[in-house]
Protein backbone atom coordinates (compact mmCIF):
# COMPACT_ATOMS: atom_id res chain seq x y z
CA UNK A 1 0.00 0.00 0.00
CA UNK A 2 2.60 2.59 1.28
CA UNK A 3 5.16 1.51 -1.94
CA UNK A 4 2.16 2.05 -4.30
CA UNK A 5 1.61 5.67 -2.49
CA UNK A 6 4.90 6.84 -3.28
CA UNK A 7 5.19 5.08 -6.97
CA UNK A 8 2.03 7.10 -7.56
CA UNK A 9 3.48 10.41 -5.90
CA UNK A 10 6.83 9.75 -8.12
CA UNK A 11 5.19 8.77 -11.24
CA UNK A 12 2.73 12.54 -10.42
CA UNK A 13 5.58 14.62 -9.95
CA UNK A 14 6.94 13.28 -13.18
CA UNK A 15 4.02 14.71 -14.67
CA UNK A 16 4.31 17.61 -13.21
CA UNK A 17 7.73 18.40 -13.96
CA UNK A 18 7.06 17.80 -17.94
CA UNK A 19 4.40 19.83 -17.68
CA UNK A 20 6.71 22.96 -16.10
CA UNK A 21 8.69 22.12 -18.63
CA UNK A 22 6.15 22.29 -21.76
CA UNK A 23 5.11 25.15 -19.76
CA UNK A 24 8.34 27.23 -20.51
CA UNK A 25 8.51 25.94 -23.76
CA UNK A 26 5.61 27.60 -24.96
CA UNK A 27 6.64 31.00 -23.23
CA UNK A 28 9.76 30.65 -25.10
CA UNK A 29 7.70 30.14 -27.91
CA UNK A 30 5.51 33.12 -27.47
CA UNK A 31 8.84 35.35 -27.09
CA UNK A 32 10.74 33.93 -30.09
CA UNK A 33 9.13 33.36 -33.09
CA UNK A 34 8.53 36.86 -33.77
CA UNK A 35 12.43 37.31 -33.64
CA UNK A 36 12.42 34.20 -36.13
CA UNK A 37 10.23 35.86 -37.93
CA UNK A 38 12.03 39.06 -38.35
CA UNK A 39 15.33 37.11 -39.64
CA UNK A 40 13.25 34.61 -41.94
CA UNK A 41 11.57 37.63 -43.52
CA UNK A 42 14.66 39.55 -43.82
CA UNK A 43 15.45 37.05 -46.91
CA UNK A 44 11.51 37.56 -48.61
CA UNK A 45 11.25 38.85 -52.32
CA UNK A 46 8.51 41.39 -51.37
CA UNK A 47 9.31 44.87 -50.85
CA UNK A 48 6.55 45.46 -48.57
CA UNK A 49 7.41 42.16 -46.30
CA UNK A 50 3.83 41.34 -45.64
CA UNK A 51 3.52 37.89 -47.30
CA UNK A 52 6.00 35.09 -47.80
CA UNK A 53 7.36 35.42 -51.90
CA UNK A 54 10.29 33.55 -51.93
CA UNK A 55 13.77 33.80 -51.07
CA UNK A 56 16.42 36.13 -51.95
CA UNK A 57 19.71 37.98 -50.43
CA UNK A 58 19.09 40.93 -52.52
CA UNK A 59 18.48 42.85 -49.70
CA UNK A 60 21.44 42.32 -47.96
CA UNK A 61 23.38 43.59 -50.67
CA UNK A 62 20.92 46.11 -51.40
CA UNK A 63 21.24 47.16 -47.72
CA UNK A 64 25.53 47.80 -48.11
CA UNK A 65 25.04 50.36 -51.04
CA UNK A 66 21.69 52.18 -49.53
CA UNK A 67 23.67 55.33 -48.03
CA UNK A 68 20.42 56.76 -46.80
CA UNK A 69 19.62 53.69 -44.81
CA UNK A 70 23.38 53.82 -43.53
CA UNK A 71 23.52 57.66 -42.41
CA UNK A 72 19.74 56.50 -40.20
CA UNK A 73 22.01 54.02 -38.88
CA UNK A 74 24.71 56.23 -38.33
CA UNK A 75 22.51 58.60 -36.65
CA UNK A 76 21.34 55.45 -34.69
CA UNK A 77 24.48 54.31 -33.34
CA UNK A 78 25.96 57.96 -32.53
CA UNK A 79 23.08 59.28 -30.63
CA UNK A 80 23.08 55.35 -28.00
CA UNK A 81 27.30 55.72 -27.69
CA UNK A 82 27.17 59.24 -26.64
CA UNK A 83 24.26 59.49 -24.28
CA UNK A 84 25.05 55.94 -22.81
CA UNK A 85 28.64 57.50 -22.65
CA UNK A 86 27.39 60.19 -20.20
CA UNK A 87 24.76 58.56 -18.43
CA UNK A 88 27.04 56.28 -17.34
CA UNK A 89 29.26 58.98 -16.03
CA UNK A 90 26.95 60.91 -14.37
CA UNK A 91 24.98 57.68 -12.88
CA UNK A 92 27.79 56.03 -11.66
CA UNK A 93 29.39 59.74 -9.94
CA UNK A 94 25.93 60.41 -8.80
CA UNK A 95 25.09 56.47 -7.31
CA UNK A 96 28.34 56.41 -5.53
CA UNK A 97 27.86 60.01 -3.76
CA UNK A 98 24.39 59.61 -2.63
CA UNK A 99 24.90 56.67 -1.05
CA UNK A 100 26.89 58.40 1.31
CA UNK A 101 25.94 62.44 0.81
CA UNK A 102 23.62 63.83 3.52
CA UNK A 103 21.95 67.00 1.96
CA UNK A 104 18.66 68.92 1.86
CA UNK A 105 16.38 67.93 -1.22
CA UNK A 106 18.67 64.33 -1.69
CA UNK A 107 15.30 62.62 -1.45
CA UNK A 108 13.50 64.60 -4.26
CA UNK A 109 16.37 64.25 -6.56
CA UNK A 110 16.65 60.32 -6.07
CA UNK A 111 12.67 60.29 -6.80
CA UNK A 112 13.14 62.45 -9.80
CA UNK A 113 15.87 60.21 -11.21
CA UNK A 114 13.93 57.22 -11.03
CA UNK A 115 10.88 59.14 -12.87
CA UNK A 116 11.69 58.32 -16.29
CA UNK A 117 11.12 54.71 -15.47
CA UNK A 118 7.61 54.86 -13.48
CA UNK A 119 6.10 57.72 -15.54
CA UNK A 120 5.37 56.80 -19.40
CA UNK A 121 7.78 58.18 -21.40
CA UNK A 122 5.79 60.04 -23.41
CA UNK A 123 4.90 62.86 -20.34
CA UNK A 124 8.46 63.34 -20.74
CA UNK A 125 8.87 63.74 -23.91
CA UNK A 126 6.51 65.95 -24.00
CA UNK A 127 7.61 68.22 -21.31
CA UNK A 128 11.24 68.54 -22.63
CA UNK A 129 9.90 69.26 -25.90
CA UNK A 130 8.20 72.67 -23.95
CA UNK A 131 10.64 73.47 -22.35
CA UNK A 132 13.49 73.49 -25.49
CA UNK A 133 10.32 75.54 -27.57
CA UNK A 134 10.13 77.76 -24.93
CA UNK A 135 13.60 78.90 -24.44
CA UNK A 136 14.01 79.07 -28.04
CA UNK A 137 16.51 76.29 -28.48
CA UNK A 138 16.43 74.42 -32.01
CA UNK A 139 15.60 70.91 -32.03
CA UNK A 140 18.82 68.57 -33.32
CA UNK A 141 21.06 65.74 -32.53
CA UNK A 142 21.90 67.24 -29.46
CA UNK A 143 18.58 67.97 -28.59
CA UNK A 144 17.61 63.97 -28.59
CA UNK A 145 20.73 62.88 -27.02
CA UNK A 146 19.85 64.94 -23.84
CA UNK A 147 16.35 63.18 -24.04
CA UNK A 148 17.87 60.03 -23.99
CA UNK A 149 19.99 60.68 -21.54
CA UNK A 150 17.83 61.61 -19.17
CA UNK A 151 16.03 57.97 -19.93
CA UNK A 152 19.06 56.08 -19.62
CA UNK A 153 20.39 57.86 -15.70
CA UNK A 154 17.54 55.14 -13.72
CA UNK A 155 18.94 52.24 -15.15
CA UNK A 156 22.74 53.05 -14.85
CA UNK A 157 21.69 54.18 -11.12
CA UNK A 158 19.95 50.85 -10.47
CA UNK A 159 22.57 48.58 -10.94
CA UNK A 160 25.52 50.42 -9.30
CA UNK A 161 23.49 50.84 -6.45
CA UNK A 162 22.34 47.07 -6.45
CA UNK A 163 26.91 46.89 -6.69
CA UNK A 164 27.45 49.35 -3.97
CA UNK A 165 24.52 47.46 -1.81
CA UNK A 166 26.60 44.40 -1.60
CA UNK A 167 29.95 46.38 -0.90
CA UNK A 168 32.13 46.73 2.30
CA UNK A 169 32.08 50.33 3.36
CA UNK A 170 35.25 49.81 5.59
CA UNK A 171 37.54 48.61 2.25
CA UNK A 172 37.04 52.66 1.39
CA UNK A 173 37.72 53.47 4.82
CA UNK A 174 40.74 51.37 5.44
CA UNK A 175 42.09 53.12 2.00
CA UNK A 176 41.19 57.03 3.32
CA UNK A 177 43.02 56.24 6.80
CA UNK A 178 46.32 54.51 5.06
CA UNK A 179 46.76 57.87 3.44
CA UNK A 180 44.96 57.41 -0.53
CA UNK A 181 43.34 61.13 -1.02
CA UNK A 182 39.55 60.75 -2.21
CA UNK A 183 39.99 60.43 -5.95
CA UNK A 184 42.63 58.11 -5.80
CA UNK A 185 40.18 55.80 -3.18
CA UNK A 186 37.54 56.05 -6.10
CA UNK A 187 39.54 55.22 -8.99
CA UNK A 188 41.27 52.25 -7.30
CA UNK A 189 38.91 50.77 -4.83
CA UNK A 190 35.32 52.28 -5.58
CA UNK A 191 35.25 52.04 -9.14
CA UNK A 192 36.67 48.55 -9.84
CA UNK A 193 34.19 47.09 -7.18
CA UNK A 194 31.53 48.94 -8.68
CA UNK A 195 32.59 48.38 -12.47
CA UNK A 196 30.17 44.81 -13.08
CA UNK A 197 26.95 47.15 -12.27
CA UNK A 198 28.49 50.27 -14.90
CA UNK A 199 28.88 47.63 -17.44
CA UNK A 200 25.74 45.89 -17.08
CA UNK A 201 24.00 49.11 -16.48
CA UNK A 202 25.53 50.74 -19.64
CA UNK A 203 24.99 47.74 -21.95
CA UNK A 204 20.80 47.88 -21.15
CA UNK A 205 20.94 51.85 -21.45
CA UNK A 206 22.90 51.40 -25.07
CA UNK A 207 20.27 48.42 -26.09
CA UNK A 208 17.28 50.60 -25.07
CA UNK A 209 18.91 53.99 -26.91
CA UNK A 210 19.63 52.11 -30.01
CA UNK A 211 15.71 50.99 -29.88
CA UNK A 212 14.42 54.66 -28.90
CA UNK A 213 11.44 55.74 -30.72
CA UNK A 214 9.37 58.22 -28.19
CA UNK A 215 11.35 60.71 -26.84
CA UNK A 216 13.80 60.84 -29.69
CA UNK A 217 11.17 61.83 -32.24
CA UNK A 218 9.39 64.34 -30.02
CA UNK A 219 12.64 65.63 -29.83
CA UNK A 220 14.68 65.19 -33.57
CA UNK A 221 14.52 68.05 -36.03
CA UNK A 222 12.98 67.60 -39.59
CA UNK A 223 16.42 66.11 -40.88
CA UNK A 224 17.04 63.56 -38.75
CA UNK A 225 15.70 60.47 -38.09
CA UNK A 226 16.41 57.39 -35.82
CA UNK A 227 15.99 53.74 -37.00
CA UNK A 228 13.00 53.33 -35.33
CA UNK A 229 11.56 56.28 -36.18
CA UNK A 230 12.47 55.00 -39.90
CA UNK A 231 10.54 52.04 -39.49
CA UNK A 232 7.38 53.72 -37.63
CA UNK A 233 7.03 55.48 -40.77
CA UNK A 234 6.87 52.73 -43.21
CA UNK A 235 4.54 50.76 -41.23
CA UNK A 236 1.52 51.77 -43.30
CA UNK A 237 2.79 51.07 -46.87
CA UNK A 238 4.78 48.25 -45.53
CA UNK A 239 8.24 47.49 -44.11
CA UNK A 240 10.99 46.81 -46.37
CA UNK A 241 12.86 43.65 -45.98
CA UNK A 242 15.84 45.74 -45.78
CA UNK A 243 14.96 47.13 -41.89
CA UNK A 244 14.35 43.45 -41.76
CA UNK A 245 18.45 42.75 -42.92
CA UNK A 246 19.28 45.52 -41.17
CA UNK A 247 17.93 44.56 -37.88
CA UNK A 248 18.97 41.27 -38.00
CA UNK A 249 22.80 41.86 -38.43
CA UNK A 250 22.50 44.39 -35.38
CA UNK A 251 21.05 41.53 -32.96
CA UNK A 252 23.60 39.06 -33.69
CA UNK A 253 26.36 41.98 -33.21
CA UNK A 254 24.26 42.07 -29.68
CA UNK A 255 24.65 38.60 -29.56
CA UNK A 256 28.12 38.12 -30.77
CA UNK A 257 29.62 41.07 -27.90
CA UNK A 258 27.22 39.10 -25.00
CA UNK A 259 28.60 35.67 -26.23
CA UNK A 260 32.39 37.70 -25.85
CA UNK A 261 31.60 39.28 -22.55
CA UNK A 262 30.34 35.92 -21.05
CA UNK A 263 33.57 33.86 -22.29
CA UNK A 264 35.77 36.43 -21.10
CA UNK A 265 34.14 35.96 -17.74
CA UNK A 266 34.27 32.77 -17.06
CA UNK A 267 37.90 32.17 -18.37
CA UNK A 268 38.49 35.23 -15.96
CA UNK A 269 37.07 33.32 -12.99
CA UNK A 270 38.76 30.08 -14.01
CA UNK A 271 42.03 31.60 -14.00
CA UNK A 272 41.28 32.88 -10.95
CA UNK A 273 40.11 29.74 -9.03
CA UNK A 274 43.41 28.05 -10.61
CA UNK B 1 48.15 69.98 19.48
CA UNK B 2 44.56 70.49 19.96
CA UNK B 3 44.18 73.35 17.51
CA UNK B 4 46.33 71.35 14.81
CA UNK B 5 43.76 68.41 14.81
CA UNK B 6 40.88 70.49 14.61
CA UNK B 7 42.61 72.13 11.51
CA UNK B 8 43.22 68.69 9.93
CA UNK B 9 39.90 67.50 10.43
CA UNK B 10 38.40 71.01 8.93
CA UNK B 11 41.15 70.22 5.83
CA UNK B 12 39.03 66.93 5.69
CA UNK B 13 35.46 67.82 6.04
CA UNK B 14 36.74 70.22 3.08
CA UNK B 15 38.04 67.67 0.84
CA UNK B 16 35.02 65.60 1.68
CA UNK B 17 32.72 68.47 0.56
CA UNK B 18 34.28 68.70 -2.87
CA UNK B 19 34.15 65.31 -3.10
CA UNK B 20 30.46 65.00 -2.62
CA UNK B 21 29.87 67.90 -4.73
CA UNK B 22 32.02 66.55 -7.77
CA UNK B 23 29.81 63.00 -7.49
CA UNK B 24 26.39 64.54 -6.53
CA UNK B 25 26.62 67.60 -8.50
CA UNK B 26 26.08 66.61 -12.06
CA UNK B 27 23.23 63.78 -11.39
CA UNK B 28 21.24 66.98 -9.43
CA UNK B 29 21.69 69.85 -11.89
CA UNK B 30 20.79 66.83 -14.22
CA UNK B 31 17.57 66.04 -12.44
CA UNK B 32 16.62 69.61 -11.96
CA UNK B 33 17.70 71.05 -15.56
CA UNK B 34 15.80 67.68 -17.40
CA UNK B 35 13.02 67.01 -14.96
CA UNK B 36 11.60 69.39 -12.42
CA UNK B 37 11.86 72.11 -14.90
CA UNK B 38 10.34 70.61 -17.81
CA UNK B 39 7.79 69.21 -15.69
CA UNK B 40 6.71 72.49 -14.01
CA UNK B 41 6.80 74.25 -17.40
CA UNK B 42 4.04 70.81 -18.67
CA UNK B 43 1.97 72.00 -15.69
CA UNK B 44 2.31 75.84 -16.76
CA UNK B 45 0.92 75.12 -20.43
CA UNK B 46 -1.63 72.93 -19.54
CA UNK B 47 -3.21 75.79 -18.15
CA UNK B 48 -2.57 78.15 -21.25
CA UNK B 49 -5.11 78.65 -24.27
CA UNK B 50 -5.29 77.05 -27.41
CA UNK B 51 -5.10 79.67 -29.97
CA UNK B 52 -5.31 79.22 -33.72
CA UNK B 53 -2.93 77.19 -35.92
CA UNK B 54 -1.68 76.21 -33.29
CA UNK B 55 -0.17 79.25 -31.50
CA UNK B 56 -0.01 79.38 -27.60
CA UNK B 57 -2.03 82.03 -25.91
CA UNK B 58 -0.22 83.03 -22.53
CA UNK B 59 -3.74 83.63 -20.91
CA UNK B 60 -5.20 81.19 -18.10
CA UNK B 61 -7.51 78.51 -18.74
CA UNK B 62 -9.27 75.52 -17.19
CA UNK B 63 -10.52 74.55 -20.45
CA UNK B 64 -7.88 71.61 -20.96
CA UNK B 65 -8.75 70.30 -17.94
CA UNK B 66 -12.70 70.09 -18.90
CA UNK B 67 -12.17 68.62 -22.33
CA UNK B 68 -10.73 65.34 -21.13
CA UNK B 69 -13.46 64.54 -19.74
CA UNK B 70 -15.53 65.67 -22.74
CA UNK B 71 -16.93 62.19 -23.90
CA UNK B 72 -15.06 61.21 -26.84
CA UNK B 73 -11.66 61.64 -25.20
CA UNK B 74 -13.10 60.01 -21.96
CA UNK B 75 -13.97 56.85 -23.71
CA UNK B 76 -10.26 56.99 -24.90
CA UNK B 77 -9.11 57.09 -20.83
CA UNK B 78 -11.31 54.32 -20.32
CA UNK B 79 -10.40 52.01 -22.60
CA UNK B 80 -6.44 52.42 -22.36
CA UNK B 81 -7.05 52.02 -18.55
CA UNK B 82 -9.17 48.92 -19.79
CA UNK B 83 -6.52 47.28 -22.38
CA UNK B 84 -3.95 48.18 -20.01
CA UNK B 85 -5.52 46.40 -17.02
CA UNK B 86 -6.16 43.27 -19.03
CA UNK B 87 -2.57 43.49 -20.39
CA UNK B 88 -1.54 43.60 -16.91
CA UNK B 89 -3.39 40.73 -15.46
CA UNK B 90 -2.58 38.56 -18.27
CA UNK B 91 0.98 39.53 -17.88
CA UNK B 92 0.72 38.26 -14.05
CA UNK B 93 -1.31 35.13 -14.51
CA UNK B 94 1.20 34.02 -17.41
CA UNK B 95 4.40 35.00 -15.83
CA UNK B 96 4.08 33.98 -12.29
CA UNK B 97 4.32 30.09 -13.59
CA UNK B 98 6.93 30.44 -15.80
CA UNK B 99 8.88 33.18 -12.76
CA UNK B 100 7.73 29.88 -10.32
CA UNK B 101 9.40 27.72 -12.77
CA UNK B 102 12.76 29.33 -13.31
CA UNK B 103 12.92 30.12 -9.51
CA UNK B 104 13.16 25.92 -8.53
CA UNK B 105 15.57 25.39 -10.95
CA UNK B 106 19.40 25.73 -9.73
CA UNK B 107 21.04 28.57 -10.35
CA UNK B 108 23.09 27.41 -13.11
CA UNK B 109 20.00 27.00 -15.10
CA UNK B 110 17.79 29.63 -13.86
CA UNK B 111 20.78 31.54 -15.09
CA UNK B 112 20.57 30.31 -18.56
CA UNK B 113 17.04 30.51 -18.57
CA UNK B 114 17.01 34.01 -17.28
CA UNK B 115 19.47 35.23 -20.34
CA UNK B 116 16.96 33.25 -22.90
CA UNK B 117 14.45 35.67 -21.60
CA UNK B 118 16.31 38.37 -21.96
CA UNK B 119 17.54 38.05 -25.83
CA UNK B 120 14.92 38.74 -27.85
CA UNK B 121 14.73 42.41 -26.23
CA UNK B 122 18.11 43.30 -27.96
CA UNK B 123 15.92 43.30 -31.45
CA UNK B 124 14.44 46.13 -31.96
CA UNK B 125 10.94 46.76 -30.66
CA UNK B 126 9.44 47.91 -33.58
CA UNK B 127 10.68 45.60 -35.54
CA UNK B 128 9.85 42.90 -33.65
CA UNK B 129 6.23 44.49 -33.66
CA UNK B 130 6.25 44.04 -37.53
CA UNK B 131 6.55 40.63 -36.94
CA UNK B 132 3.52 40.54 -35.30
CA UNK B 133 1.75 42.19 -37.99
CA UNK B 134 3.27 39.44 -40.77
CA UNK B 135 2.50 36.58 -38.14
CA UNK B 136 -1.46 38.02 -37.88
CA UNK B 137 -2.65 39.43 -40.77
CA UNK B 138 -5.13 37.96 -43.18
CA UNK B 139 -2.48 35.80 -45.38
CA UNK B 140 -0.21 36.06 -42.28
CA UNK B 141 1.81 33.15 -41.02
CA UNK B 142 -0.87 32.30 -37.96
CA UNK B 143 -3.98 31.99 -40.52
CA UNK B 144 -2.27 29.88 -42.84
CA UNK B 145 -1.51 27.71 -40.42
CA UNK B 146 -4.73 27.55 -39.32
CA UNK B 147 -6.41 27.05 -42.96
CA UNK B 148 -3.66 24.40 -43.69
CA UNK B 149 -4.20 22.44 -40.85
CA UNK B 150 -7.87 22.46 -40.71
CA UNK B 151 -8.81 24.12 -37.85
CA UNK B 152 -10.78 27.27 -39.82
CA UNK B 153 -12.02 27.64 -43.68
CA UNK B 154 -11.86 31.55 -43.32
CA UNK B 155 -9.09 33.68 -42.61
CA UNK B 156 -9.34 34.81 -38.69
CA UNK B 157 -9.52 38.71 -38.20
CA UNK B 158 -6.69 38.81 -35.77
CA UNK B 159 -4.77 41.93 -36.94
CA UNK B 160 -6.32 45.70 -36.40
CA UNK B 161 -8.18 44.84 -33.47
CA UNK B 162 -7.57 44.96 -29.33
CA UNK B 163 -6.34 41.54 -29.83
CA UNK B 164 -3.01 41.88 -31.56
CA UNK B 165 -2.42 45.40 -29.41
CA UNK B 166 -2.60 43.07 -26.30
CA UNK B 167 -0.81 40.40 -27.64
CA UNK B 168 1.88 43.11 -28.81
CA UNK B 169 2.05 44.95 -25.36
CA UNK B 170 2.06 41.03 -23.69
CA UNK B 171 4.97 40.20 -25.61
CA UNK B 172 7.00 43.59 -24.84
CA UNK B 173 6.13 43.73 -21.33
CA UNK B 174 6.19 40.27 -19.77
CA UNK B 175 10.10 40.12 -18.83
CA UNK B 176 9.18 42.49 -16.92
CA UNK B 177 6.78 41.07 -14.73
CA UNK B 178 8.62 38.00 -14.78
CA UNK B 179 11.88 40.11 -13.45
CA UNK B 180 10.37 41.08 -10.14
CA UNK B 181 8.42 38.20 -9.69
CA UNK B 182 11.21 35.99 -9.69
CA UNK B 183 13.37 37.62 -7.19
CA UNK B 184 10.83 37.37 -4.95
CA UNK B 185 10.05 33.22 -5.26
CA UNK B 186 13.90 33.02 -5.45
CA UNK B 187 14.26 34.83 -2.19
CA UNK B 188 11.18 32.44 -0.24
CA UNK B 189 12.51 30.63 2.15
CA UNK B 190 11.88 26.79 0.83
CA UNK B 191 11.74 25.63 4.38
CA UNK B 192 8.47 27.16 4.88
CA UNK B 193 7.12 25.24 2.10
CA UNK B 194 8.49 22.04 3.47
CA UNK B 195 6.95 22.97 6.93
CA UNK B 196 3.66 23.41 5.26
CA UNK B 197 3.44 20.08 3.51
CA UNK B 198 5.28 18.39 7.16
CA UNK B 199 2.29 20.16 9.03
CA UNK B 200 -0.02 18.01 6.33
CA UNK B 201 -1.20 21.34 4.03
CA UNK B 202 -1.86 20.20 0.41
CA UNK B 203 0.11 22.21 -2.55
CA UNK B 204 -3.02 24.50 -3.41
CA UNK B 205 -3.41 25.39 0.40
CA UNK B 206 0.64 26.03 0.93
CA UNK B 207 0.93 28.12 -2.35
CA UNK B 208 -2.39 30.54 -1.14
CA UNK B 209 -1.33 30.57 2.41
CA UNK B 210 2.46 30.55 2.31
CA UNK B 211 3.60 30.93 -1.21
CA UNK B 212 1.48 33.92 -2.68
CA UNK B 213 1.44 36.20 0.43
CA UNK B 214 5.35 36.29 0.73
CA UNK B 215 6.22 37.12 -2.87
CA UNK B 216 3.16 39.83 -3.25
CA UNK B 217 5.70 42.43 -3.23
CA UNK B 218 7.49 40.36 -6.18
CA UNK B 219 3.43 40.83 -7.75
CA UNK B 220 3.66 44.10 -6.94
CA UNK B 221 6.44 45.37 -8.66
CA UNK B 222 5.43 43.64 -11.85
CA UNK B 223 1.99 44.92 -11.92
CA UNK B 224 3.41 48.74 -11.74
CA UNK B 225 6.33 47.64 -14.26
CA UNK B 226 3.54 46.72 -16.74
CA UNK B 227 0.92 48.67 -16.31
CA UNK B 228 2.22 52.26 -16.73
CA UNK B 229 3.82 51.60 -19.85
CA UNK B 230 0.81 49.87 -20.86
CA UNK B 231 -1.01 53.29 -20.55
CA UNK B 232 1.49 54.98 -22.31
CA UNK B 233 2.04 53.51 -25.55
CA UNK B 234 1.17 54.61 -28.99
CA UNK B 235 3.19 53.10 -31.45
CA UNK B 236 1.81 49.71 -30.82
CA UNK B 237 -1.44 50.55 -30.56
CA UNK B 238 -0.83 52.64 -34.09
CA UNK B 239 0.70 49.73 -35.83
CA UNK B 240 -1.31 46.73 -34.55
CA UNK B 241 -4.55 48.80 -34.23
CA UNK B 242 -4.48 49.72 -37.51
CA UNK B 243 -5.41 53.12 -36.34
CA UNK B 244 -8.85 52.21 -35.32
CA UNK B 245 -7.63 51.84 -31.67
CA UNK B 246 -7.03 54.73 -29.88
CA UNK B 247 -5.31 55.05 -26.73
CA UNK B 248 -3.78 58.35 -23.92
CA UNK B 249 -0.45 57.76 -25.61
CA UNK B 250 -1.90 58.09 -29.07
CA UNK B 251 -4.97 60.99 -28.34
CA UNK B 252 -0.96 63.20 -26.89
CA UNK B 253 0.74 62.10 -29.72
CA UNK B 254 -2.20 63.43 -31.92
CA UNK B 255 -1.89 67.03 -29.75
CA UNK B 256 1.46 67.08 -31.34
CA UNK B 257 1.62 65.69 -34.75
CA UNK B 258 -2.27 66.62 -36.49
CA UNK B 259 -3.95 68.61 -34.17
CA UNK B 260 -1.07 71.29 -32.81
CA UNK B 261 -2.53 71.50 -29.61
CA UNK B 262 -0.18 71.94 -27.35
CA UNK B 263 -2.40 72.83 -24.28
CA UNK B 264 -3.90 69.93 -24.62
CA UNK B 265 -1.80 67.59 -24.87
CA UNK B 266 -0.01 69.11 -22.16
CA UNK B 267 -3.07 68.34 -20.02
CA UNK B 268 -3.25 64.89 -20.78
CA UNK B 269 0.25 64.75 -20.34
CA UNK B 270 -0.27 65.72 -16.54
CA UNK B 271 -3.09 63.60 -16.16
CA UNK B 272 -0.96 60.21 -16.86
CA UNK B 273 1.45 61.28 -14.53
CA UNK B 274 -0.54 62.11 -11.91
CA UNK B 275 -2.36 59.04 -12.71
CA UNK B 276 0.72 57.42 -12.52
CA UNK B 277 2.00 58.93 -9.35
CA UNK B 278 -1.08 58.37 -7.54
CA UNK B 279 -1.25 54.58 -8.36
CA UNK B 280 2.50 54.05 -7.03
CA UNK B 281 1.38 56.03 -3.74
CA UNK B 282 -1.45 53.63 -3.17
CA UNK B 283 0.78 50.81 -3.93
CA UNK B 284 3.37 51.72 -1.46
CA UNK B 285 0.40 51.83 1.23
CA UNK B 286 -1.09 48.66 0.81
CA UNK B 287 2.54 47.07 1.46
CA UNK B 288 4.45 47.19 -2.04
CA UNK B 289 7.95 48.29 -2.04
CA UNK B 290 9.58 50.40 -4.89
CA UNK B 291 12.67 48.79 -3.69
CA UNK B 292 11.74 45.70 -5.71
CA UNK B 293 11.17 47.65 -8.81
CA UNK B 294 14.86 47.88 -8.69
CA UNK B 295 15.15 44.14 -8.77
Not at chain 2, 219 to 244: C, E, H, K, N
Request: net charge positive; proline share 4%; with cysteine.
Amino acid sequence: MEREDSKSRARRKKVWHGMSWLYAIVIYLFLYIPVFVMIIYSFNDSRNNMVWQGFTTKYYAKLFSDSGLWEIFGNTLLIAVVSTLFATVIGTLGAVGFKKARFKGKGLITYSVYFPIVVPEIVLAVATLMMFSLSDVKLSMGTMILGNITLLLPYIFITVNSRLAGMDPSIEEASLDLGANRFHTFINITLPAVLPGVISGAFMGFSLALENLVISSFLADASTTNLSMRVYSMVKKGVSPEINALSTLIFLVFLLMMAVYGITNIVRNKVKLN
Amino acid sequence: MKKKNSEEKEKISIAKRISQIALCGPVTIWSVLFIYVPMALLLFMSFMTKGPLGIIKYEFTLENYKAIFDSVYFNVIKESVLVALITTVLSVLMGYPFAYFMAMKKKKISGILMILLMIPFWTNELVIVYSFVILLNNSGLVNTFLQVVGITKEPLSMLYNNFAVIAGMLYMLLPFAVLPMYSSIEKLDKGLLEASKDLGAGPVKTFFKITLPLTAPGIFAGVILVFIPTIGYYQITDMLGGGTQMMIGNLINNQFSISRNWPFGAALSMLLAVLILVMLFICQKIGGNLDDLAA
